[in-house]
């Protein structure tokens, strides 16, 4: 199982971006992206869990949206109206924790090497 992120960059606050995590292997049942800031823990984002139930952190609420294509075998998190508190290294995952865990990285037992966003103000 590989997970490969793609996407980041730089852009200014108000912007958007569409990261893309290519996938290779098995599927799972949840599929997330998570992000860590300079200085802090790594933190969940958003996942699709069970190809249907979709969960959010409150703090991207009605900016982010997760999706996946099961044909192409692709996460997809994009992010609109970008704040310079999104700044972060985003991670994608995958794996099969129980509902309870699904926000916690222990859950996910497969990682991609994360994509950098920088949002200046």
């Known amino acids: 199982v590989q997970l490969q992120a793609s996407g980041g960059g730089l852009v200014q606050a108000g912007d958007s971006l569409r990261l893309t995590c290519a996938a290779s292997g098995r599927t799972f049942r949840s599929y997330g992206w998570f992000r860590q800031a300079p200085g802090k823990e790594r933190e969940f984002v958003a996942a699709?869990?069970?190809?249907?139930?979709?969960y959010y952190t409150d703090s991207v609420k009605g900016r982010f949206t997760i999706s996946r294509d099961r044909v192409k075998n692709a996460l997809y998190l994009d992010m609109n109206s970008l704040k310079p508190e999104d700044t972060a290294v985003y991670y994608c995952?995958?794996?099969?924790?129980?509902?309870?865990?699904?926000?916690?990285?222990?859950?996910?037992?497969?990682w991609g090497q994360g994509t950098l966003v920088t949002v200046s103000s």
């Open positions: 995952a995958a794996g099969d924790p129980i509902l309870s865990s699904l926000r916690a990285s222990e859950g996910y037992r497969f």
């Open positions: 699709i869990f069970d190809r249907t139930r979709i």
